[in-house]
């Protein structure tokens, strides 16, 4: 009797496992396999000078995680930078004072016009904030944005 209640045992428990797995398995697809309205198309929930911007990161980075991470957010400033890849661009804006910067990462259907872009060019650039951290080593925020595009 206690070999058979063993197996049922051990059996739920695969049982459980199994169920477990599957439930992991359609999560992980799901987030992999998400699809985004183009960003140009989607109405921003804020437009901002990159300035001003990161200084609202430097005051208090975690209110301003809480207000901008997974909104479109425009914002206007001058490119320092741009590191190009094969399938995506990423535009850097900084601050020279406090060394912050923000970094706005194209991708397949607008990276010809980040191509097109050069460092020292005033743009404004539309894109989902993925938040900003401060780093220790460099004494300043970093604040990441994904899908973006330009704005006319």
Request: net charge positive; glycine share 6%.
């Amino acid at each position: 009797m206690t070999g058979n209640k063993k197996r049922s045992g051990i059996k739920k428990w695969l049982i459980a496992a199994v169920i477990l797995l599957l439930a992991a398995v359609a999560v992980l697809w799901y987030l992999f396999t998400e699809k985004f309205d183009d960003t140009k198309t989607v109405k921003a929930d804020y437009t901002v000078e990159a300035g001003a911007f990161m200084q609202e990161f430097k005051k208090d980075i975690r209110q301003a995680n809480a207000k901008y991470t997974e909104k479109i957010i425009v914002v206007s400033g001058v490119i320092s930078a741009i590191e190009m890849a094969d399938t995506t661009a990423n535009i850097k804006i900084n601050d020279s004072l406090s060394g912050s910067y923000i970094i706005f990462a194209f991708q397949d259907q607008h990276l010809a016009e980040a191509r097109a872009l050069k460092a020292g060019d005033r743009v404004s650039i539309k894109g989902s904030c993925s938040g900003g951290n401060y780093s220790e080593i460099l004494e300043s925020e970093k604040i990441e944005f994904k899908r973006c595009t330009l704005t006319k």
